[in-house]
């Protein structure tokens, strides 16, 4: 880690053309004299008479999602439009009908019509900020967002002056309301937190304007603006959403090393575009939350934090610490309860506001005389005395300091339904402490509805935040990549809990497109489509949607979308669906259906083979790295089940050469797939909790490529 010191980072201007006075002057032109004047008046002035960033502007003209002009209400209260410019109806055959598809939206919002104005923005696009962000790192994050929206589809952002063939507009909070001009009659920006309203319009230019409840519906606004645009065209719609869930993210909780700061940085920065907005810092292995736990977090280290906080606080996330101090705290000890304290004072000097106690994974009796004494030696007393620890943390220094409720990780974390712990828990503990809990198992194929309300009554608690443990990959899983979309998971499980975080893998990147679908689920579980929430996390790592970088991806996640806990996630699909119908056509006569199948398999084991070149190509920073001794593993399988069909083909054609030579490539490439390539490093069920070790072999494709090297052995042995 880099040596450097704590440093506040230095605002940066809004770009040029998401200044709110330039905006003002732009739309004069557009909208009249009177609304740029109004504009003018509601944006804020600095002492010398420039403005500042966030200023709000008035309404102006809006047209409904089918092109139906609506005046907006006048600066002035009368009604009455404000500029010669009105909304013109939008061009014919701009609804869904006249159009051969519209964008698929993998994060469904809570409502979309598609239809009205759209937008084409492979020409010149301007970007019209009305301010409303909470920081200028924020606004100009989500310029940055917006931009891309642009650049991406081949367009060119230019200043308003220049007479864009195409408009965005973006507001937030006051601003919003300031601006409920731009929206169709009847639609108004949602009520709810982290809110958003979209709509596309024609004023002069076609427009699309986005409009959030606050900052961070904005800037989910602006993801869904992205998803919106197909081959260059942002499509017309009309869209109204906001987050079911409160709580959506996170939680760093794994045995193993611990994320790298970078790792961390890109990660919180993937959160705010997946809407996910809490990040729960509790590595396993990181020793100033778990065995020095009393310690104060170094110079280095502590610098490396604030420079998370800055991130997510840019990113729209809530960055949560999370003190693991069970393995050998005496609850009862003013000393250790002052040592919570310092700890958390530290924190709280760097801008952590969210604070959480994890006691799970530890011993579980109480542990020193004093507990013994003021709690007993129940089976309980543990509860009791951590109870007694957990209160004192929240009545005594959060409430006083104004910061949200204390998290806890309980030690009995899981189980639904009530239990000698659980209940003593109800009884003895500030019912406003929020309690995370992992579902019947610590790992859980499925978490219903049903199950969470039994378990927020056993703890008595309205702020139940799932841990759940997927795609996590320490201890034993440490062998293999989850790569598929999360499934199990009760589409109505937001009535009954605040919360859902995700435990994810020890490599960051690879974990992104898992990350990807809790953000869809979490967002609004009744819509999710795990199907779709796949694919378009899929599309985020290649940067595309077809060709050879995109097959290939495809092949490689196959390989790796089972999950040991689920019988949803079958076992390597697409590639078990070709190695059955290869076998299937070796038991007939048919030659010609022999080699098709032969074909197709072979299709799939040559981009496999090609993965180590191909998937280097990938947008993801990062991931690439991540996934490097799989696709290595994975490319030396395909290769000797390529092989291994070459032998199976030659056995039936009665080429012993051939047999014979398929074999010895066969063997050789298993031979080179059996490498140790994954170093895994963890403290989990280790002397004195010190890191070890070791070299593991990767698995891929759930066994069936070295199924098809051992069916071929059987074959010419036969």
Known sequence: MTNHHTTRPRPRRAPRHLRPARAARAIASLMGVALAAHLMACTPQ???????????????????????????????????????????????????????????????????????????????????????????????????????????????????????????????????????????????????????????????VPTAVLLGTDAAG????????????????????????????????????????????????????????????????????????????????????????????????????????????????????QADFEATVAVFDQLRSIGVTRLAVALDDIPGSVGCESDRAAHGESPTALVAAQSSYLNRLQDEYLRPNGLPDLIVVPTEYTGTGPSAAKTTQARTLDPSVRVQWTGEGIVTEAITSQQAAETAQAYDTDGL?????????????????????????????????EGLTSNPMIQAYASMPVLASYGSYTLNGPAYDPVIAQDEAMAQVAGTRSGPLWDTLEAFTDLSVSWPFSEDMPASPGLSADVVAFETALEGDDDQAVDSAAQTLQDRLALLSQAPTTLQGVQ?????????????????????????????????????????????RMEQAAQEAETARVVSVSSEDTPDDQPVEQSLVPEVGDGLLAQLVEDARAAQEG
């Open 465 to 497: 935040i799932i841990w759940d443990n997927y795609p996590v990959n320490d201890g034993d899983n440490a062998e293999r990549l989850f790569l598929g979309a999360v499934t199990g998971r009760d589409p109505h499980l937001h009535e009954q809990v």
């Open 620 to 664: 993801v920073t990062g991931y690439y790295e991540d996934c490097e001794p799989w696709i290595l593993a994975a490319a030396d399988w395909a290769d000797a089940a390529s092989a291994a069909v070459d032998l199976r083909l030659a056995l039936r054609a009665g080429d012993q050469d051939g047999a014979t030579q398929a074999a010895e």
């Open 46 to 204: 600095a002492p010398d008479g420039s403005t500042t960033g966030n200023g709000a502007t008035s309404p102006s003209a809006a047209s409904s999602a089918t092109g139906e002009a609506v005046s907006p209400a006048s600066p002035t209260g009368s009604g009455a439009p404000t500029g010669p410019a009105s909304p013109e109806p939008s061009p014919t055959g701009s609804s869904p009908e006249a159009r051969s598809e519209v964008p698929v939206l993998a994060r469904a919002p809570q409502s979309v019509e598609w239809g009205g104005q759209d937008l084409d923005l492979t020409g010149t696009v301007s970007i019209i900020s009305l301010g409303g962000q909470d920081t200028a790192e924020q606004e100009a994050e989500l310029s940055a967002a917006l931009t891309e929206v642009v650049t991406s589809a081949g367009g060119t952002v230019v200043e308003e002056e220049a007479g864009p063939q195409a408009r965005i507009v973006v507001g937030t909070g006051t601003a919003s309301a300031a601006a409920a001009g731009y929206l169709p009659g009847g639609m108004t920006v949602p009520e709810q937190a982290e809110g958003y309203a979209i709509t596309t319009t024609r004023v002069g």
């Open 218 to 333: 904005t800037r989910y606004g602006a993801t869904t603006l992205s998803r919106m645009v197909l081959d260059g065209t942002l499509h017309g719609a009309t869209v109204s959403d906001w987050p079911l869930m409160t709580v959506r993210g996170v939680v760093e909780g794994f045995y193993g090393a611990p994320w790298s700061h970078e790792a961390r940085t890109d990660v919180l920065a993937f959160m705010g575009d997946q809407a996910l907005n809490t990040y729960i810092y509790a590595p396993k292995d990181d020793p100033y939350l778990r065995t020095r736990w009393r310690e104060l977090y170094p110079e280095a280290e502590l610098s490396q934090m604030a420079g998370l906080v800055a991130a997510a606080r840019t990113h729209h996330v809530d960055l949560v610490v999370a003190l693991s101090p069970g393995g050998d705290i005496c609850y009862t000890s």
